[in-house]
């Protein structure tokens, strides 16, 4: 729990649910809360979760596609090349096999 949500509300519409997930997705779940300036990461969560109730066209395939490309950017996968470097590169390849 962070501490922007210790205390707890008394709340009687509210429910106390419990959610795993890993300790790396948590800490960018909790870099993000605290970067967008929510009061506290209960209230990101209700946020997101909202949002997705809400806008449900956006697929599971359009999240995966999201994460793919962020995957692709991260590790370089995704990124475009010059006719230059292109060329260079074929260069490369030819000199090697000589």
Known sequence: MSDADAGGNDDPNMT??????????????DATWRAEDFPSRSEFIRWALRDAVKHPAFSR????????SEHQLST???????????RA???EDTDAGE
């Open 76 to 86: 370089d996968e995704g990124r475009t090349y010059s006719s230059d470097e292109i």
């Open 89 to 91: 590169r074929l260069n």
């Open 16 to 29: 106390t649910i419990t959610l795993k997930i890993p300790q790396a997705f948590l800490d960018d779940l």
């Open 61 to 68: 395939k359009g999240w995966k596609d999201i994460a793919a």
